[in-house]
């Protein structure tokens, strides 16, 4: 293996579950489990060094500021960036809205000259793609009604890749966003970021990347990738709920309008107008979670200890191990394409159907074996109606997933179809 | 039994596949109601109509698909409602909300007269996530009825 057992490293994965079974965690596509580091870092912040970020004229809000703003270096390091390109939200999901809703109130209004280039209106579009999570697909739809824009979506293929074939009808001098997410959480496809960004640059359209599957797993540098923007989770890359990171250029974020608007994140005020801070601070208006920063820094330093190119040999051999004995069970459908572990363009999960027998059903069975799944349509509506399906049950990986994980997981599923009386 | 065998009993399973209901029917001159619920977890849906003649459920019927949970109690809903005055449907409704919340304790003798097949579920108390599951016909006959009531006004 390209990694030890990390389990040790992990407290929660040490519990037993349903009458003293051993916990098999596969569902770390929807959130991840935390080190005892993680744990261990947002303690002694809370127990040790808390204070007001930023305001206070004390010894504990300067520790408190030099900890939140080192876990922000932390987390830029992780994805290549500059520390003040990095800004804090509450989720991915919130940072992916944090760059719709600055564009619909530059349209709106708000801001000078300098936000010119994020205006949209009637005759302009932006691009989606149809293996969108929600959080990446409903705030440009939202946009696009509040603006008169028009959403396009390039489309899927039978295993659910990018059909680029018409990429150059779809991203034209009319896109001015091209929103895709870098792995999907249904196939665990990797995009062809590349080929996206390429078109998007030679249109002049923003890119905004979902990154939530992708940094947790395999190394990510966003100068590399040249995206304008990425969203990404603490939750899903072993640190805390309620926080999340956007990245974005510098100079867009400068000029990006915030849409939270209170405290903290202006310069001068009067009654009848605010200018903003620079990036970040523009963003980050009123109390930020700053434990939850704080445990998302000792996440990052956490996954670059391990190294990334290791965490995704790992997570291609664990996620192929998952696809490839998924597809071997009889009267199951595997969703995307098996793959090989040396494959590029895949990783990390295995979302399936078992023929005749609901998500629900099968995910109950897998939790009384003692395997943790996701059931239903994992927010991709589009792309599980794409497939012919409501639903799908998904086990993914993480660091910690042993191959034992994965065959305890495969032997559960196996007995899926005869314990509701399906023949196969 | 396990909890998970429980959960699963034979009558379910049966219930889950026979459908009884399936298929909306047109109930004619009376007063109609219909109404639609999504399990937003699982993106379920189910379409139930409900037609009263009078006080009496005259008609149930419904299209949707889901897990065996959600489909056996539709089942079970249908078969347990039709024909029966509105009151004792009402009741029923009540005492099938109540089991589910009985975390997998059973009910006392009346209640459970009432229930029949529907006790069978009593396991589904233990899984607070399937809960809605059990719920969903049930969510959506109680809200085709106010429509149905509202035709009638």
Known sequence: MHLPDLRADFPLLTRTVRNGKDLVYLDSGATSQRPQAVLDAVRDFEERHNGAVARGAHLLAEEATGLFEAARSSVATLVGASYDEIVWTENATAAINLVASGIGNATSGIGGEEVARFRI?????????????????????????????TLRWIPVDDLGRLVLDELETLVTERTKVLAF????????????????????????????LDACQSVPHLPVDVKDLDVDFAAFSG??????????????RKELLDALPPSVFGGGAVTIVSMESTAWHEAPTRFEAG????AQAVGMGAAAEYLMELGMERVEAHEREIGHLLRQGVSEIPGVRLLGPV?????????????????????????????????????????????????????????????????????????????????????? | ?????????????????????????????IHVGESHQVNTTCGDEITLRVGLDGDTVSSVSWEGQGCSISQASVSVLSELVEGEPLATAEETMEAFRELMQSKGEPLDDDREDLLGDATAFVGVGKYPARIKCAMLGWSAFKDAVIRAGKDQA
């Not at chain 1, 997410?181 to 905004?208: D, F, Q």
């Open chain 1, 121 to 149: 209106g009637p005759g302009d579009e932006i691009c989606v793609t149809e293996t969108e999570h929600h959080a990446n697909l409903v705030p440009w739809q939202q946009l696009a009604i509040r603006t008169g824009a």
């Open chain 1, 181 to 208: 997410t870098h792995v999907s959480n249904v196939t665990g496809v990797i995009s062809p970021v590349a080929t996206l960004v390429a078109r998007a640059k030679a249109v002049g359209a923003l890119t905004v």
């Open chain 1, 235 to 248: 939750h899903k890359m072993l640190g805390p709920t309620g926080i999340g990171s956007l990245y974005g």
């Open chain 1, 287 to 290: 109390t930020q979670p700053v």
């Open chain 1, 339 to 424: 793959g090989s572990a040396d494959e590029r363009d895949v990783i990390g999960l295995a979302a399936f159907v078992v023929d005749g027998v609901h998500p629900h059903d099968v995910g109950q069975l897998l939790d009384d074996r003692g395997v943790a799944v996701r059931v239903g349509h994992h927010c991709a509506q589009p792309l599980h109606r794409r497939f012919g399906v409501t639903g799908s049950t998904r086990a993914s990986a993480h660091v910690y997933t042993t191959p034992a994980d994965a065959e305890a997981f495969l032997s559960a599923l196996a007995e899926v179809p005869a314990f509701f009386g399906v023949s196969v």
């Open chain 2, 1 to 29: 039994m396990s909890s998970l065998e429980q959960m699963y009993q034979q009558v379910i399973m049966d219930h889950a596949r026979a459908g009884h209901g399936r298929g909306l029917k047109d109930p004619g001159l």
